[in-house]
């Protein structure tokens, strides 16, 4: 079964989709994705 997870569905608005056929394979990337592409877009409290 193909497993997915989106920025969107996590609460960012980000858009970005990672898919994978395990639920290991998925949660890599969906851990990978945000350290690249979120960490240096950190969010402050006076933006
Ligand atoms: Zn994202």
């Known amino acids: 079964m ?9 609460g960012l608005s980000c858009g970005a989709r990672v898919t994978g ?6 949660l890599e990337k969906a851990v990978g994705h945000p350290r690249e592409k ?8 006076t933006g």
């Open 38 to 45: 979120h960490a240096p877009r950190t969010r402050t409290a």
């Open 2 to 10: 193909i497993k997915s997870f989106a920025c969107p569905d996590a």
């Open 21 to 26: 056929a395990s639920d290991r394979e998925v």
